[in-house]
């Protein structure tokens, strides 16, 4: 399976929750992509379907951490 990548850091911060491995931020500025492993096509369709389910205060706290590493 090949790397994904992402600059959505809703998306991004959704994968972590569930558990994907980040393994790669490359910065542009104040802006990020992020490289996670192991991520379906089946797994961005719920995303993109509205589908996918996550806590809410773990969502947002990924949000603030991915923000700052991303701007850092």
Not at 4 to 29: S, Y
Not at 34 to 42: A, Y
Request: with cysteine.
């Amino acid at each position: 399976m090949e790397d994904f990548r992402t600059q959505d850091i809703v998306l991004a911060a959704t994968l972590k929750v569930k558990g994907f491995k980040l393994i790669e931020l490359l910065k542009n500025g104040n802006k990020g992509t992020f490289v996670f492993e192991g991520v379906s096509d089946e797994d961005i369709n719920d995303y993109d379907l509205g589908t996918c389910l996550v806590e809410p205060r773990s969502l947002n706290a990924e949000i603030k951490a991915l923000t700052t590493s991303a701007r850092r």
